[in-house]
Structures are given as structure tokens and as C-alpha cells.
């Protein structure tokens, strides 16, 4: 199939890497690890010629554990020759207060990037 022969291409969205495991299981690792490997897939899909948004979910399943999306976003999206790079959370278990996801949150809208909370909910407080 080709990119032409997508009549509704224009209102999918790429999500790169869906609930991507921590970089180790304690969800420490180092941030490069993501972003580095965030920002070679955003190259590639560009590459290809895919125009899409792009949504890029984080670490840890969604959570972003170790606050990767957060210290990295703006970098992440400059590599976007598009700018048209989207960053999806989860905010349950290691963001499970209003204060801690507010605080979270905060940073995306007081820097001007794009987030999406892709899923939340009570439980699952896994610190």
C-alpha cells in the first residue's frame, strides 16, 4: 500500500512505542535511553515521509517513572523536523495525587508541549 493510497491518512496519529518497559526494573535508567531511542524513530518515520502526528507514550508503561518525558520532552521535540511530536502519560501509581500529577503536568503546559494523558485512574500505586 502506499502513503497516497491511505485515503484517511491525514487523521491518523503514530504512537512510536506503546507502554515501553522501563529502561531497567527499578524504572532508574538513564534518560538517553528513551529519548535517543525516541528521537531515531521519529527520524525514521520522518524519513519514510510520514507527515502523521506522532505521539510519543512513555517509559515505565506510560508512567514515566523516573521523570524521562518530563527532562527530555523539549529535546525530543526539536529532533521533530515537524514539530509535530505529541507526548502521552499515564498518571496512576507513580503519579496518583492530584498535587504529583497537577506538579507533572504543569511542566508540559509552562514549557508549551504537547501532552495527553492517554490513561489514569485509582490503584495501581506502584512507587
Not at 25 to 52: C, F, M, Y
Not at 75 to 99: E, I, K, R, W
Amino acid at each position: 500500500m502506499t502513503k497516497s493510497s491511505w485515503p484517511i491518512s491525514v487523521f491518523l496519529t503514530l504512537t512510536q512505542s506503546q507502554q515501553r518497559r522501563p529502561v531497567d526494573q527499578d524504572e532508574r535508567g538513564p534518560d538517553s535511553a528513551w529519548t535517543n531511542a525516541t528521537k531515531s524513530a521519529i527520524s525514521k518515520l520522518r524519513v519514510a515521509g510520514l507527515r502523521h502526528a506522532l505521539m510519543a507514550d512513555a517509559p515505565s508503561w506510560g508512567q514515566d517513572g523516573a521523570g524521562t518525558v518530563r527532562n527530555t520532552a523539549t529535546s525530543v521535540l526539536a529532533a521533530d523536523p515537524d514539530h509535530n511530536t505529541v507526548f502521552s502519560v499515564h498518571l496512576y501509581g507513580v503519579y496518583d495525587t492530584a498535587a504529583e500529577a497537577q506538579n507533572y503536568l504543569n511542566h508540559f503546559v509552562d514549557n508549551r508541549l504537547p501532552v495527553v494523558v492517554g490513561e489514569f485512574g485509582l490503584g495501581m500505586a506502584e512507587k
